[in-house]
Nanobody, 124 residues
Framework: QVQLVETGGGLVQAGSSLRLSCAASGRAFSPYYMAWFRQAPGKEREFVAVVSRDLATNYADSVKGRFTIARDNANNTVYLQMNSLRPEDTAVYYC??????????????????WGQGTQVTVSS
C-alpha cells in the first residue's frame, strides 16, 4: 500500500537546473531513510543521495557540490535539487525509502520501497 511518486524530470541543457520531488503515501509511514538513485541505459543503478529522518545527508562523489537532497518530514516528501547539470547526469531517477536503520545507505538492495522513476535528460 505504500507508494512513492516522483515528479519534476525533464529535458534541459547542460548547466541548467531541475528539482525532483518524491511523495510517500498510502498508509501511516515514516521512513527512516529516503534516497535518490539513478540508472542510465546499459548501466547499473547508481546511488545519488540520501537523507535520514533527523536530516543527516550523504552524496555520491559525482554529484557532491551540485545536488542537494532535502526532506519534509511532515509530508513524507523528499526533494533533489540538481544544479549545474551535465550530460552524464542523464538517467531515470528513482526515489527509494526504508524504515530500518540497519544496512548501508548507498545500496539499492537495502531499500524497501521504490518509485517508478522520472526521466532526466541533459543535452550538450
Amino acid at each position: 500500500q505504500v507508494q512513492l511518486v516522483e515528479t519534476g524530470g525533464g529535458l534541459v541543457q547542460a548547466g541548467s537546473s531541475l528539482r525532483l520531488s518524491c511523495a510517500a503515501s498510502g498508509r501511516a509511514f515514516s521512513p527512516y531513510y529516503m534516497a535518490w538513485f539513478r540508472q542510465a541505459p546499459g548501466k547499473e543503478r547508481e546511488f545519488v543521495a540520501v537523507v535520514s529522518r533527523d536530516l543527516a545527508t550523504n552524496y555520491a562523489d559525482s554529484v557532491k557540490g551540485r545536488f542537494t537532497i532535502a526532506r519534509d518530514n511532515a509530508n513524507n516528501t523528499v526533494y533533489l535539487q540538481m544544479n549545474s547539470l551535465r550530460p552524464e547526469d542523464t538517467a531515470v531517477y528513482y526515489c527509494a525509502a526504508r524504515s530500518s536503520r540497519f544496512g548501508g545507505t548507498r545500496y539499492g538492495e537495502n531499500y524497501d520501497y521504490w518509485g517508478q522513476g522520472t526521466q532526466v535528460t541533459v543535452s550538450s
